[in-house]
Nanobody, 119 residues
């Protein structure tokens, strides 16, 4: 079993920044797993925001390119999502995921953390 715990969400004004963290524990060899960040806004489908493969390569949704950055610290079994220049349309629940194959096919999900961008 793998546990993912997100933190760092909250309320921020448009143009502001937040950094989400996701700590992994359990039966996982973190360094060889792909990690992903998904989000789901009310009334919308869940979407992949950012993914990072075990080799460090990354993928971003077009809507966040240039504003969001995913990183990982394998020594801490933690993945991060730095979110800058936040917009109201970034408001959503953000989920951390992990996969033994691709971040597009998550095996485990965290419980989610709410991000609200509003003035």
């Amino acid at each position: 079993q793998v546990h993912l715990v997100e933190s760092g969400g909250g309320l921020v004004q448009p143009g502001g920044s937040l950094r989400l963290s996701c700590a992994a524990s359990g039966s996982i060899i973190f360094s060889i797993n792909a990690m992903g960040w998904y989000r789901q806004a009310p009334g919308k489908e869940r979407e992949l925001v950012a993914g990072m493969a075990s080799d460090g390569s990354t993928k971003y949704a077009d809507s966040v390119k240039g504003r969001f950055a995913v990183s990982r610290d394998n020594a801490k079994n933690t993945v991060y999502l730095q979110m800058n220049s936040l917009k109201p349309e970034d408001t959503a629940i953000y989920f951390c995921t992990t996969s033994g194959s691709s971040y597009r096919y998550p095996n485990y999900w965290g419980q989610g953390t709410q991000v609200t961008v509003s003035s």
